[in-house]
Every structure is written in C-alpha cells, then in structure tokens.
C-alpha cells in the first residue's frame, strides 16, 4: 500500500476541534494528506489544541472551496455513508473497502476518502461523486460516530494493510528461552502426579480424569525450559514438606488418580 496516495477529505466540517482530532488519528495511523472541503471555522486554535502532535498535519492540509475542488486529482473516490439509498449502490465494510483502496494505490491511483458533515454526513449528490461507499456496521442502538472515530476506524484498517504482515504473532514472536521437549515434559507429569498423589489432591483408587485434563491444559499453554523448571521447582518444594509432615496422604503409593 501507498500511504502517500490517499487523501482524507473533511466536507464542510462544522466543529475544528474534529479537524484537530482527525489530523491526530491519521497521524496515529501514519497517513499524512488532509483536505478540508469549506470548514466553518478554520484555522482554529481549538483544531490545533485537539491534534496534539499533529499540528504538522494541519499546517499542510489543503483548504478548498468545493468539492470539485478537492476530487480534481483523484482516480478512486470512496465516500462513508451511514444510511441506505434508494438507487443501490456498491458498498463494502471498512475492512474490505480498505483492500480495494490500497490495491488501487498499490497500481499507482489517487485515492479520496470522503467524511461528510458532522450532523448530516455527506449529502445524495456528495454520495454520486464516489465509485464505492463504506458503511461502518456500528451497533443499531447507537450507530452515530464522532467524525474523528470514523476517520480512525478507516486509517487503521489501512495501517493493518501496511504492517500487518511485519505483526508477530502469538506464535511467531521471539521467545527467549525454548520449548520443553517431550522427554521433559512427560518427567514433568509424572512428577506432577506424585505431588497431587502425596498431598491429597489426586487419590489413586479414584484417578478419574484429573491428569488428562492436566494434560490438556499444561499442552495447551506450551512451556518453556524455563517456565518448567520453575514448576519443577514448586513440585520439588511441595515433596519437601510432605515429607517434613510424615509422608504422603495416601501410604507409599504415588500412582495417578483424582478425589
């Protein structure tokens, strides 16, 4: 994806503390162009005062008249709309409408994404104008979003595109110390079952299912070398006092079972 093409168009914004935290959420997001259709009020110290660090954002935004104005470049227009229309027209969530914006950048298109008034959002002949629509599928008992949210939920579906395939994932991050091998483990088990056995926990003349689920549970966290001995440990300290205390509950025996 290239973030350098997409511009995020603002009609006729009425409050520029929005402006200000919606230069803030592209920022967050790293999108950097910003136009502003026919602002009511801007510049404005509250638009600056809201951006945070993103003033940058602002100082470059561009300020145009009318819409014409701010479409003359662009290749790919999509514009966000919250309500049906009587013409069907092609309309995507903002996770797939996000793909089809970053492959028309990706073959080198202008992209504009159109943010409608506060109030009233953008209106039938704005929605014209536009190739694609995106509609946020809010919750029905409250589908109204503040502009800024709008704008972020839109960047971050694109900045998920940019760097979602450099994320680490739960199990391709870096761990600093490795698995325990299956050797390992299974001396663990056993050494589990003794200790359950010997405080009482598990009793072997009624095993049950105590240890499967044991097994179940230890193999789906997968420990480390580390995080094993450390749990060999606690094991070890608990035979310790066992002893200490006259031996275990139930005699001699330590084989597998569950109260």
Same mark, same amino acid.
């Given at each position: ?17 929005? *402006? ?16 502003? $259709? ?8 509250? &638009? $600056?005062?809201?951006?945070?660090? &993103? ?7 561009? $300020?145009? /008249? ?11 227009? $999509?514009?966000?709309? &919250?309500?049906?229309?009587? *013409?069907?027209? /092609? ?61 972020? *939920? ?11 395939? =450099?994320?680490?994932? &739960? ?8 698995? =325990? ?79």
């Amino acid at each position: 994806m290239r973030p350098e093409l997409i511009d995020i168009v603002l009609v006729n914004t009425s409050h520029p503390g929005n *402006i200000g935290a919606v230069a803030r959420a592209m920022k967050n997001m790293g999108l950097a162009r910003l136009t502003l $259709v026919a602002p009511r009020q801007y510049p404005d110290e509250r &638009a $600056v005062s809201r951006a945070t660090h &993103a003033a940058d954002l602002l100082q470059a935004a561009r $300020v145009v /008249p009318d819409l014409d104005s701010a479409l003359a470049d662009a290749q790919f227009v $999509v514009g966000t709309s &919250a309500r049906g229309r009587r *013409i069907p027209w /092609p309309v995507q969530d903002p996770r797939r409408c996000a793909a089809r914006m970053a492959a028309a950048t990706e073959a080198g298109q202008r992209v504009a994404v159109l943010f409608g008034r506060e109030d009233r959002g953008l209106s039938n002949e704005e929605l014209n104008r536009c190739n694609l629509h995106l509609h946020i599928p809010s919750h029905d008992a409250y589908s109204s979003l503040n502009l800024a949210m709008a704008v972020q *939920i839109v960047c971050y579906e694109l900045r998920m595109l940019a760097v979602g395939d =450099s994320l680490p994932g &739960a199990e391709t991050a870096e761990w600093d110390t490795p698995f =325990s091998t299956q050797d390992n483990m299974e001396r663990f088990y056993a050494h589990l079952e003794e200790t359950l056995a010997a405080i009482g926990f598990l009793n072997p003349a009624a095993p049950r299912q105590l240890m499967p689920r044991l097994r179940r549970l230890y193999g789906r966290v997968r420990l480390d070398e580390m995080e094993l001995n450390i749990l060999r440990g606690i094991l070890t300290a608990t035979d310790e006092q066992v002893e200490r205390a006259g031996g275990p509950v139930f005699g001699t025996e330590r084989a597998g079972g569950e109260p």
